[in-house]
């Protein structure tokens, strides 16, 4: 009798049988696991409805994108003087152009931002009366506030953070007859592409952390950068899931960490001015109003 061969069809056998419930198991709690998993999604959003939380229709697809760099730069101080019919100065050590209007842009009278105004409004930006205007889009009016903002677009995705935008002043006749303009410079790609949570799991992760409560409208969710590190010679930006929350009072806006899926607390950034950026504002429009009187 071969013994060699019996040991080795055994041996053979043994590891057949053990790649088989290995197999087994792992199937098994694979598929528990996507049970579960789909479950917990499928609760969440049975909890926010029941909790009449109005849900955007999500994209839900897991996209790649890398971060980004922008060095330090003055070019708003070295190019503001080329634009015309304005009053403007450079304030915040060069980080922010403040501009007075000669030619307020007349808006249409309805109530709210229609598509003509933006279209009269991207015409100005792209013109050569806003510096580096090509890089800006279109991202929100703020119709309590009175402004309308543009945001820098990088690689594709738009900076949201406040770092790197146009802000426009309405008066009470809807004439635009103001901005002040922050840029972050041109930017550039760092490392490779990080895959991203969902717009989803952003709202999901904003639900279990209680940033969502009852009887308010989630807005889309727009994946956006943030600056997350600032030294004196460069900026950082890494991507975030921008998401709206609208209740009867107010609007508040949330930002989850696109890549890791934390939480970041909300800044002075969200909104372009507060209360008290606006009483700055008023008087300083009104001492470049005064200049471009008395240079007329």
């Keep these: 009798m071969d013994f060699k061969r019996i040991e080795t069809i055994l041996v053979l056998t043994f590891l057949a049988l053990n790649i088989f419930l290995l197999s087994t198991y792992f199937d098994k709690n694979y598929n528990d696991f996507y049970q579960n998993s789909s479950n917990s999604e499928l609760n969440f959003v049975d909890e926010m409805n029941k909790s009449n939380i109005k849900l955007p229709v999500f994209q839900n697809e897991k996209n790649k994108v890398p971060y980004i760099q922008a060095e330090t730069n003055e070019l708003l101080t070295e190019n503001h003087n080329q634009l015309s019919n304005q009053t403007g100065v450079i304030e915040e050590n060069g980080s922010i152009y403040s501009s007075i209007l000669s030619n307020p842009i007349v808006l249409s009278e309805d109530k709210n931002l229609t598509s003509k105004d933006i279209e009269k409004l991207n015409d100005f930006v792209k013109s050569d009366q806003v510096l580096f205007g090509s890089e800006y889009q279109f991202f929100r009016y703020l119709k309590s506030n009175q402004q309308i903002v543009y945001v820098q677009i990088a690689n594709n995705i738009p900076i949201t953070d406040g770092t790197s935008e146009i802000v426009f002043h309405l008066d009470s006749n809807k004439k635009v007859i103001s901005y002040e303009q922050n ?44 600056r997350t590190l600032n030294l004196e010679e460069l900026s950082m930006y890494a991507p975030v899931w921008y998401v709206e929350v609208v209740s009867s009072t107010d609007t508040q806006v949330k930002r989850v960490d696109a890549i890791n899926g934390s939480i970041l607390k909300s ?27 008395s240079s007329s």
């Design 183 to 226: 840029y972050a410079g041109p930017v550039t790609v760092q490392g490779d592409s990080r895959e991203l949570i969902t717009d989803k799991n952003a709202v999901d992760i904003l639900y279990q952390n209680n940033e969502i409560s009852a009887d308010i409208t989630v807005k889309k969710p727009i994946l956006s950068y943030y």
């Design 267 to 293: 800044s002075m950034l969200d909104m372009p001015h507060s209360d008290e950026k606006d009483k700055t504002s008023d008087k300083e429009s009104a001492e470049l109003r005064s200049r471009s009187d």
